[in-house]
Every structure is written in C-alpha cells, then in structure tokens.
C-alpha cells in the first residue's frame, strides 16, 4: 500500500478550491473538499488508478480528474505525491522544476 502525500502547493490549491466554493456555500465546500480527498485516497492502493499527465509524458506523472479538476500526482517508489489541483478549464503547462 501506497503512502499518499501533499505538496504544499497541493494544500495550497485545495484552499482555494475551498474558499472559492464557499462564496456560495461553506456546506458545500466541505463536502466537495471531503469526497476530492477520498477520491485521492483510492491511490493508497492503486497508483496507477489516474492517466499519464498527457503535458508530461512521464508514466509516474499521473492525474485522476474529480469533477472538472485535475488532480496531478507523481509516484515515487512507494509514495505517491499529491504536486497539484488544477481546473481541467485552465491551460496548464509543468513549471521546469514540477514534477
């Protein structure tokens, strides 16, 4: 079993998800917080679940999509690295030294 793990500017991104959500709503930012978490939980036990991120083209550089986010992750031997959370709308392109 994977150990998953959140990159600061993972966190960061998970707050602003948050706050932007809760404008509208503080119930339904936790609740859309709380099942994006359990949807990277999944990696525990598989890694591979998500994509190679298609930007990237490195097979351990992988998303799984929740809602309309890419959820960017990296595997590295038994540890799968939580790097981003993006707006699947947003032109997203790697820093140099992400991932």
Not at 6 to 17: C, E, F, G
Not at 23 to 42: C, K, P, Q, T
Not at 78 to 84: C, K, L, P, S
């Amino acid at each position: 079993m994977a150990e998953v793990i959140w990159a600061p500017s993972a966190l960061k991104d998970v707050d602003s998800i948050a706050e932007y959500i809760a404008r509208d709503s503080a119930e339904h930012a936790y609740l859309f917080i709380r099942r994006l978490i359990e949807s990277v939980e999944r990696l525990r036990e598989f890694p591979r679940l998500g994509r190679m991120i298609p930007e990237i083209g490195d097979p351990l550089c992988r998303e799984i999509i929740y809602g309309v986010y890419r959820i960017m992750y990296k595997i590295a031997g038994d540890e799968v690295w939580i790097t981003g959370i993006v707006h699947g709308a947003r032109k997203w392109r790697p820093r140099r030294e992400a991932m």
